[in-house]
């Protein structure tokens, strides 16, 4: 089992930043990809990134590219989610994810976070 607690959300104006933090704990961490979602209301969960487990290669969805970036710290069983340039239309709860394939889609990651609240004011 894998423990995933996301921190870092909150309130911030359009043009802002906000880093994501997602700490695990249990299983090895280092053997997992970690994928970064999001779900604004009414909406589908979405990719928004991965970053792999073997090389800490890294892709994005192409609504994020140049604006976010993922990184890990597996000494720390930690991975990030940088965000700048925030859109009003970023706004969502955003869940990071640990699974053995790297992946664009959800249902292939096997342990989540609980999530945490993203909001972009104009």
């Known amino acids: 089992q894998v423990q995933l607690v996301e921190s870092g959300g909150g309130l911030v104006q359009a043009g802002g930043s906000l880093r994501l933090s997602c700490a695990a704990s249990?299983?090895?961490?280092?053997?997992?990809?970690m994928g970064w979602f999001r779900q604004a209301p009414g909406k589908e969960r979405e990719f928004v990134g991965v970053i792999s487990w073997s090389r800490g290669s890294t892709r994005y969805a192409d609504f994020v590219k140049g604006r976010f970036t993922i990184s890990r710290d597996n000494a720390k069983n930690t991975v990030y989610l940088q965000m700048n340039s925030l859109k009003p239309e970023d706004t969502a709860i955003y869940y990071c994810?640990?699974?053995?394939?790297?992946?664009?889609?959800?249902?292939?990651?096997?342990?989540w976070g609980q999530g945490t609240q993203v909001t972009v004011t104009v």
């Open positions: 994810a640990a699974g053995s394939v790297d992946s664009r889609t959800w249902g292939q990651y096997n342990y």
């Open positions: 249990g299983r090895t961490f280092s053997n997992y990809n």
